[in-house]
């Protein structure tokens, strides 16, 4: 089974902080996704990584960066944490973007991060 | 502008019955991808069933299954047999071949009644 680890599950940082998430896949995966989870607004794209040290912005990539050093290694980065960033962050990878089952992307248990 | 709309907050079903729950979809592709995701209590988000839109059938899963009309735009899905632990929040989404993007539902939560 794919199993992708969010290191902390809950957080509670201070408004100016630096924040990191740290995500990790143990299935060769190329890609890896964080998103942002709010009520109501369903899943929103924060980056994408195809490769290592390739990156795409998603929908709402402001007040965030990412950093893939190594293939399996995925962090999102609040570089000064405010408190509309409180949310749930999920990341997840797949083994391909093209047709087949390759392309389904697997979860990890999300990240709550509330900033005060 | 691609979209995808659960227009079901909520739903509940008595434990044993049949559930469907609704997602459209608005898109200019031909090829694409649809997805139903579980998302229950504990927060891990799994993938419950997907279906190619160029297959005319329809996807099953153990009590899991679709009923995809491609002309209409719709992706339900239909829950049997409804257990205590398929509570949960499901989301349906859509993806355009080759295209990393996943477009998201806000999801319907769904209430098991014992």
């Known amino acids: 089974d794919v199993k992708v680890t969010q290191s902390s599950r809950y957080l509670v940082k201070r408004t100016g902080e630096k924040v990191f998430l740290e995500c990790v896949q143990d299935m060769d995966h190329e890609n890896m996704f964080w998103y942002r989870q709010d009520p109501g607004l369903g899943l929103r794209l924060i980056y994408f990584?195809?490769?290592?040290?390739?990156?795409e912005k998603g929908d709402i990539p402001e007040g965030y960066s990412v950093s893939r050093e190594k293939k399996e290694r995925f962090s999102l980065i609040l570089e000064s944490a405010s408190t509309n960033q409180t949310s749930m962050y999920l990341c997840?990878?797949?083994?391909?973007?093209?047709?087949?089952?390759?392309?389904?992307?697997?979860f990890g248990e999300g990240s709550w991060l509330t900033v005060v | 502008a691609q979209t995808v709309t659960q227009s079901q907050p909520e739903m509940s079903v008595q434990e044993a019955e049949t559930v469907t729950l609704s997602c459209t979809y608005d898109t200019s592709e031909s090829d694409y991808y649809l997805f139903w995701y579980k998302q229950p209590p504990s927060r891990q988000m799994i993938l419950v069933i997907r279906q190619e839109a160029y297959k005319q059938q329809n996807a099953t899963e153990n009590r899991f299954s679709v009923n995809f009309q491609k002309a209409a735009k719709s992706f339900s899905l239909k829950i049997s047999d409804s257990q205590l632990g398929d509570a949960a929040m499901y989301f349906c989404?859509?993806?355009?071949?080759?295209?990393?993007?996943?477009?998201w539902g806000a999801g319907t939560k769904l209430i098991i009644k014992p």
């Open positions: 997840a990878s797949s083994l391909s973007l093209g047709t087949g089952s390759g392309n389904t992307i697997y």
């Open positions: 990584s195809y490769d290592v040290k390739m990156k």
């Open positions: 989404a859509y993806r355009f071949d080759s295209n990393y993007q996943l477009i």
